[in-house]
């Protein structure tokens, strides 16, 4: 049975609308929780709430930036879903953190936690194929949806099996490296979103190395849709705001719609 997350991709995709998800590090600044809901009121058919991590190693020097900032002023994951179950952007909602948060908290507890927050879905991007069971078994139980990651070395093998155990999207990852503000798309984008759809009917969207409304809509000629991080982030530091980030999101969706 598909979860929440995966019924609302697959309806917009499956009406020809190419996706668009958003990622805003929670914490980072009083009006943080007023960018989701500005970016979600701009076109995103998703918001991907990232909860801080003191070694995010997967993220680049701006999303670091980010999160050390949200620490610093005492962002917890407690404080983020907190804030997320008192607020509604009108999208659904993941969350990205790494498998330390997860693991001290315990599987059920933070299933849990996030399903009364609201929260459809978890990416948990230092969580392998291999090691994801006990964590996902329980979500599944749960009903929050764990979004796996499909990286560029991928086996043929290895990615069916990663598209099979993904629920509500499957994250293909568009370069070897970190999270940050590209001039260009790596080709490897397109390799990977093309060989995932080619075994998964599930939404494919690329990730990491997507900076701008060009880049994402060349990025779906092969697949169905982006996560938009950096560049986002970017806007939150310098103190664009709700206003500023809703205008950066705006310019994506028109993209993406073709009517740039």
């Known amino acids: 049975m598909n979860g929440t997350l995966e019924v609302a991709l697959r309806s917009k995709r499956d009406r020809g609308q190419k996706l668009l998800v958003p990622y805003v590090t929670g914490g980072l600044g009083p009006d943080w929780l007023d960018v989701v809901r500005a970016v979600a009121d701009a076109g995103a058919d998703a918001v991907e709430v990232g909860i801080p991590f003191s070694d995010p190693v997967m993220d680049g020097p701006i999303i ?15 404080s983020i879903l907190r804030a997320l179950r008192e607020g509604d952007s009108g999208v659904p909602l993941a969350v990205m953190t790494y498998y330390n948060v997860c ?12 399903r009364e927050a609201g929260v459809s879905a978890a990416i948990l991007p ?7 069971g006990p964590w996902a078994e329980v979500a599944d139980q749960v009903g929050v949806e764990s979004v796996m990651l499909a990286a560029p070395t991928a086996s043929d093998a290895r990615l069916r099996r990663v598209c099979e155990r993904s629920r509500g999207f499957v994250y293909a990852v568009g370069l070897l490296g970190v999270t940050g503000v590209r001039a260009e798309l790596a080709g490897s984008a397109l390799v990977i979103a093309r060989r995932a759809k080619a075994v998964t009917d599930k939404p494919v969207l690329v990730g990491v190395g997507v900076s701008t409304p060009e880049q994402a809509r060349e990025a779906c000629a092969e697949a169905d849709g982006v996560v938009v ?10 103190g664009g ?4 980030a809703a205008d950066l999101i705006g ?5 993406l719609d073709g009517s740039a």
Do not use: Y
């Open 241 to 244: 705001g709700p206003a500023g």
């Open 229 to 238: 991080g950096s560049v986002l982030v970017r806007r939150m530091l310098d």
């Open 126 to 132: 230092d969580l392998p194929l291999e090691e994801v």
């Open 64 to 78: 670091q930036q980010a999160s050390e900032q949200a620490l610093a002023a005492r962002t917890t994951p407690q």
């Open 251 to 255: 310019s994506f969706r028109a993209a």
């Open 103 to 114: 693991f001290r908290m315990g599987h059920r507890r933070f299933a849990e936690s996030l």
